[in-house]
């Protein structure tokens, strides 16, 4: 068994063993630790680091796309939609799109207008069956309504 106390009587102290001086040490630590992290996390949550890239919900403008599908064959179509915008490397996609036979379905994009000016132009295109492409064009309007592209398959 370890002596975790010891009495020097001739010295009239009281002394603990290392045991003991280790557990105070590394409680001492853990709780100046725990301490720093508090603080510091709610030092930090108080700052706003990002303040430049927020945006109010009246300043966000949406440029939207809907792309309408009329697929006039005899049977569904499974394929994906792009639309992206001429010029940029921007983008949107929807894969697993399915156009059922003799009917038009209606697929809306939304991009940032910010990044669609009026005047600048998109594609849209529907790749479906065997890598069949159909693609249509437009220009962004300054009408601030969705722009709408027709596609027709096959």
């Known amino acids: 068994m ?6 020097n009587f001739k010295r009239h102290l009281l002394s603990f063993s290392n045991v003991r001086n ?12 725990l301490v720093v992290t508090l603080v510091s996390s709610i030092t930090l949550s108080l700052f706003n680091w990002d303040v430049q890239a ?12 809907n792309v309408q599908i ?12 792009h639309v992206s915008i001429d ?7 929807i894969n697993g799109v399915i156009c059922p036979a003799k009917s038009t379905v209606s697929y809306t994009f939304e991009f940032n207008s910010n990044d669609v000016p009026v005047g600048k132009g998109f594609t849209a295109e529907m790749v479906y069956g ?5 693609k249509a064009s437009g220009v962004n309007s300054p009408s601030n309504t969705p722009e709408v592209i027709h596609i027709t398959i096959p």
């Open 130 to 134: 065997d890598d069949i492409f159909k």
């Open 2 to 7: 370890k002596r975790i106390c010891t009495v």
């Open 70 to 81: 009329t697929n006039n064959a005899d049977i569904n179509e499974v394929g994906t939609i």
């Open 87 to 93: 010029g940029t490397n921007i983008s949107e996609v």
């Open 22 to 33: 280790d557990y105070i040490k590394r409680t001492f630590l853990f709780t100046i630790i």
């Open 54 to 65: 927020q945006e109010s919900s009246n300043q966000k403008q949406i440029f939207r796309v």
